[in-house]
């Protein structure tokens, strides 16, 4: 049994289409409007872009949006954005039950749970917070998200390990993605595929992880 298992978000706990067609579009639309409103909020995410990217910020936003660009200043401005789709409620943050039921369970057993995810921690937190499930955020023990490392490179996970501050064979980490899967065995964790479409990785639904 794992002292802490590391989840993934996006096609791991939660459905991939409900990132893609509703909390994308819903950012999308309400980007140019929320950046007028709350100026001081969002300057220094608009410099950070142009910093990368020289240009209107604004337009740069909105075609990283199109491209699924993993780059910390939108996913920041996209949880300012997303908190108030949830506040007004919107929508709810999608989880499946499998995974829902399996957090519960593991978390009663005495096992920490953490979250990866290219998502802000912010926007973790709000969509664990106001989930189809309820509010599942006292489950979690904490968040990373970009800030502390590409995904897909092994250093990320070992910087993880120390915060937690277990030994890195000691973490499961769970997502959908190969590479992230391979960068975190590299760094000494355990890691499992879930592919919830068509079965093909090591799990097709939490409730095929023995713990």
């Known amino acids: 049994m794992p002292r802490a298992i590391l989840t993934d978000i996006e096609g791991t706990t939660s459905s991939i289409a409900f990132v893609a067609e509703t909390l994308f579009p819903y950012a999308r639309a309400r980007l140019p409007a929320?950046?007028?409103a709350h100026p001081d909020k969002t300057a220094p995410i608009l410099a950070e872009v142009a910093a990368i990217e020289p240009g209107d910020p604004v337009a740069t936003l909105t075609r990283w949006i199109d491209e699924d660009r993993k780059a910390?200043?939108?996913?920041t401005l996209?949880?300012?954005i997303w908190a108030d789709g949830y506040r007004e409620r919107a929508f709810t943050g999608h989880i499946y039950a499998d995974?829902?039921?399996a957090l519960r369970r593991w978390h009663d057993a005495g096992?920490?749970?953490y979250v990866f995810?290219?998502?802000s921690v912010a926007a973790q937190k709000l969509l664990f917070g106001h989930s189809d499930a309820g509010d599942l955020t006292p489950l979690f023990s904490g968040y990373f998200d970009t800030a502390t490392g590409p995904k897909r490179e092994a250093e990320s996970y070992r910087a993880i390990a120390a915060a937690i501050g277990l030994v890195a064979d000691e973490i499961l980490f769970l997502s959908?993605?190969?590479q992230e899967i391979a960068a975190a065995r590299e760094a000494g964790l355990s890691a499992l595929l879930i592919d919830r479409e068509h079965g093909a990785g090591d799990i097709a639904t939490f409730e095929d992880i023995d713990t």
Do not use: N, R
Request: charged letters at 10%; glycine letters at 10%; proline letters at 9%.
């Open 34 to 36: 929320f950046v007028a």
């Open 72 to 75: 910390t200043p939108l996913k």
């Open 78 to 80: 996209q949880g300012m």
């Open 99 to 101: 995974a829902a039921a």
């Open 111 to 113: 096992i920490a749970l």
């Open 117 to 119: 995810s290219s998502g």
């Open 176 to 178: 959908d993605t190969p």
